[in-house]
């Protein structure tokens, strides 16, 4: 059988077409095909963009959003990590004195150790008995504050570790639930959040009938920001010479004002 090889107007994939048909739908986003070369269009005559591609838009571009979220947040949880990981590390010589099991003992200790103190003070009054427990009392202190804050390392240390595994599993959710959608048609630059958005609205909006229209529209629009940001710096640059020039002026003259005094 004869076909016909045309690009979908939607996502510009190459295909194979009955040429006997009045109309088909791209395989791969969906985009309904008019054989006779009439485009599809609104109440007004006006070009639109195919409904099959705009509902993949519109359900798809969410769960991406949600997942570079959370892969943002995975990034930093392992970061977060590492980072207690390091720690604990750095105490290892001493993580059997600073058990978390010890804590309790080592408070009851501080607290015995700190009555001595009063009792030696005001009992016992000898300058020497107080020194001693004042430096038991001392050493105990930070025997114990350091068990405190080593216990909470490895708090944090487990509660991290749950979070990042929480995360994998949210991440592994939303590509389980985009496993249905050939997303493929987008390319690989694009399947972002704030991308996706604009192609959506620019279609949704009527403002491009295909997925290259739109992506070029979402190019200009990220040179339009870029020229401006660069406009912007460059006003924020020249109004900084200009209060310095200004502030040279200023004390030159007052330099000036200052001789002639003289």
Known sequence: MQVLSMECPGCGANLKINPTLKEAYCQYCGTKLLIDGVQA?????????????LQMLREVTPLISEK????????????????????????????????????????????????????????VKSLGLTFVFVLATTAMWQLYKNTVKYSGELNHLAS??????????????????????NIDVIP?????????KF??????????????QAINLYEDDKRNKKLDAMQEQQL???????????????????????????
């Not at 269009?41 to 591609?53: C, F, K, S």
């Not at 200009?242 to 001789?259: D, H, S």
């Open 199 to 212: 192609i959506y609205n620019a279609l949704n909006s009527q403002r491009a009938t295909t997925m290259q």
């Open 68 to 123: 570079e979220e959370l892969e943002s947040s995975l990034t930093a949880q392992k970061n977060e990590l590492e980072s207690t990981q390091n720690r604990i590390d750095s105490k290892t010589i001493f993580k059997k004195v600073f058990n978390p099991q010890y804590e309790q003992i080592y408070k009851k200790v501080l607290i015995a150790c700190t009555a001595m103190i009063i009792i030696s003070l005001l009992f």
């Open 160 to 181: 991290t570790k749950d979070t990042i595994e929480q995360l994998e599993k949210d991440i592994a959710e939303r590509e389980e639930k985009l496993k249905p959608y």
């Open 41 to 53: 269009t609104n109440i007004l005559g006006q070009p639109v963009a195919d409904e099959h591609l």
């Open 236 to 262: 924020q640059n020249l109004k900084r010479i200009e209060k310095l020039a200004k502030e040279n002026a200023e004390m030159r003259a007052q330099i000036k004002a200052a001789g002639k005094n003289n």
């Open 188 to 196: 690989s630059q694009y399947r972002n959040g704030t991308a996706l």
